[in-house]
Every structure is written in C-alpha cells, then in structure tokens.
C-alpha cells in the first residue's frame, strides 16, 4: 500500500441488511479545505460513486479480485456496504453532480450496528470479538475501505479523511476505533522491516491486546531488534499505518495475508483516550478544526 490507498478492511458475506441511520441528516457538512468537502453519503447513488472509485483503486490498481459481475459494472462491493455509513470527499470545483465530485472514501461500521448483525467483519482476520468483550461498556467504530483517487493523494484530503472520522466518532461518542491496515502485496518478508519495527514498538497488550487468527497467523518479528532502524522503518511503511501511529494507535499481534486483495494486513487499534493531546486540539476537541474552513 502506498499513499494512495489508505486501508481497505475485509470482505464477509453477512448477508441481505437494512442501511442503518447516519450521522444526522446525511448530508451535513463534517468538513472543508478550500474546494475539498467532507461528508456522509446520503443517497444510494453517491454510495455507488464511492464504489466506483474503489474499484478504481482496488481493482484496477492494486489488482484484488471481484465477481464478473461487479468487474463488468466497475464496482468494488460486498454486503457489508449495506450496514455502514461512507463518508466521502468530494470536489465542488468538478461541475456535475455530487456522485461526479467524489474524489475519496471511508467506510465506517458502528460498534451496535456490528452487534446487530453479527460482529465486525475484521474478525474473520483478527479476534476483534475478545477484544471487544473485554470493555463491555466501550463503543467500537471499524474503519474500511479507505480510498483516495490519484491526483487527491495529498495532505488536506487525508487531513478531510480524519476530520470526517473524527467529528463522526464524537457524535457517536465512539471510545476506540480499529480497523485493517494493509502492505501491498502476499509476501510479508517482503516489508520484514516495518513490520518488526511495529511489532517490535507497537503492538498492543494487556487489555488491548489482539492476535490474527491462529490459521491466517503471519509471523512479524522478522528481524533482531538491533537490525531494525526506526527512521527507515517508518519510511518504509505505508502512510495511513504511519499516521495511526503518530496518532498514538498500536497494532495487533500477527499479520494476515489477504490473497484476494493482494494484501498483507495488520489490525490497528486506536483508543480515543490514547490519541496525541497534540492532534485533538489540531482537529479540535469538538471536530471544529475543518467545519467550516475556506
């Protein structure tokens, strides 16, 4: 994964579902910079806009398999679309309509809509399951599917992608987010830096603490603790993982392969409560940072 893609999370057949309500009214402005804005999708078409540039990122770029069916509509899809909120963003100086200005999407899954239907579909790669029944009275968020077309790789649409994240968590009063993490590729000895380092300096313990399935279970200490240079650790590493970090997020306990996506991913785990004093007051305590910039 490189700046383009931010994280994808998982696919799981969960099934027919009913859409559950959003943030407020749908269409609520979370956040802008400049022409960029930020918001949840509030109709089906701009939920199948957001699908379309997945596919594009997905699909065409990092080759992950769909059905032909999905590959003949150009869409990146599963049922878990139907259970979660997309926030989006868009461009207003693209003329058209809104599905024509969507440059970016996340996928955001609540923690009691997940109980609702089953569980969070990361737990068919990592055991979210235990961790979530060790803090009985915590709100989770899952975040997915994170995609940002080409040319918007830049600062202020990641910085709009945590606004959105951020200002819907505090509605939600959310009290830790989690969430697949990905490196390109099937071969983890192939990013045995970076993922020493992180398993060597991040991964969560304690009450905290979540392992990768035993038979998906990929191995992340690949390298003494004296080989392992932190700078070129972190200059190696994907960019959202490495954002995660500086926002005080740990990993879990072993990767996964993901042959369908092309992928090596690890869990991020992101307590609210441990995110950087210094990042809260940048976005605001109150998610104001962005709300209404020009």
Request: glycine residues 8%.
């Amino acid at each position: 994964m490189n700046v383009d893609v931010l994280d994808r999370g998982m696919m799981l057949d969960a099934g027919p579902a009913t859409r559950p309500s959003t943030v407020s009214a749908s269409r609520d402005l979370l956040g802008r910079i400049g022409n960029l804005e930020t918001r949840i999708a509030g109709t089906e078409r701009e939920i199948d806009a957001a699908q379309a540039v997945r596919y594009r990122v997905f699909v065409e770029e990092m080759k992950a398999q769909v059905s032909l069916e999905d590959a003949r509509r150009g869409r990146e899809v599963d049922s878990w679309d139907a259970l979660c909120d997309h926030l989006l963003v868009l461009d207003r100086s693209i003329e058209g309509d809104a599905e024509d200005q969507i440059v970016g999407t996340y996928r955001l899954l609540r923690h009691d809509v997940a109980i609702a239907h089953g569980g969070f579909y990361s737990g068919s790669e990592f055991g979210v399951n235990a961790l979530v029944a060790r803090h009985p009275g915590k709100r989770f968020m899952e975040l997915g599917r994170s995609c940002v077309l080409p040319q918007y790789r830049t600062k202020r649409t990641v910085e709009l992608l945590w606004q959105g994240c951020w200002a819907y968590a505090l509605h939600h009063r959310i009290d830790a987010m989690f969430g697949c993490g990905s490196f390109p590729g099937t071969q983890p000895e192939e990013h045995a830096l970076a993922l020493s380092f992180l398993h060597q300096n991040a991964v969560a313990k304690g009450e905290w603490a979540v392992d990768a399935l035993p038979h998906l279970y990929r191995e992340m200490d690949l390298m003494p603790s004296e080989a392992v240079n932190p700078r070129r650790a972190l200059f190696a590493m994907p960019p959202l993982i490495k954002g995660y970090l500086r926002l005080g997020a740990m990993v879990g306990n072993g990767a996964v392969v993901d042959q369908a996506f092309n992928t090596t991913d690890v869990l991020i785990i992101l307590p609210i409560a441990s995110i950087s004093g210094r990042y809260v007051n940048y976005y605001g305590a109150d998610a104001g940072r962005f709300a209404s910039a020009s």
